[in-house]
Nanobody, 125 residues
Framework: QVQLVESGGGLVQAGGSSRLSCAAS????????MAWFRQAPGKEREFVAG????????NYADSVKGRFTISRDNVKNTVYLQMNSLNPEDTAVYYC??????????????????WGQGTQVTVSS
């Protein structure tokens, strides 16, 4: 199955931007629905954004809608999360996830089969 490796996290000032990348290897990422989740200390893992296999369809959590953009490059087997207008509430470990089954852009973590190791994003006020 596919393996996922995130990169691009770090320390960002409030109001700033950052882009996360998720590189897939092992199998063609275009076979998978892809998503980004995040988990802050003491909180449950939450859905951030999802993208269909072709990239034509996306969905977002209300908390990031209008600020974050998910995209994918199936030639490079990479999924991206462009994050703008960051605020301290966006501080979390961000995870890339892949779903092999079905076509629905599910927001439930249990719906995803493969996870990356996560990358820390810290937004300072």
């Amino acid at each position: 199955q596919v393996q996922l490796v995130e990169s691009g996290g770090g320390l960002v000032q409030a109001g700033g931007s950052s882009r996360l990348s998720c590189a897939a290897s092992g199998r063609t990422s275009s076979n998978y629905i892809m998503a980004w989740f995040r988990q802050a200390p003491g909180k449950e893992r939450e859905f951030v954004a999802g993208i269909s296999r072709s990239g034509e369809n996306t969905n977002y959590a209300d908390s990031v809608k209008g600020r974050f953009t998910i995209s994918r490059d199936n030639v490079k087997n990479t999924v991206y999360l462009q994050m703008n207008s960051l605020n301290p509430e966006d501080t979390a470990v961000y995870y890339c996830a892949a779903r092999a089954r079905g076509a629905i852009l599910t927001t439930a973590p249990a719906g995803y089969d493969v996870w990356g190791q996560g990358t820390q994003v810290t937004v300072s006020s």
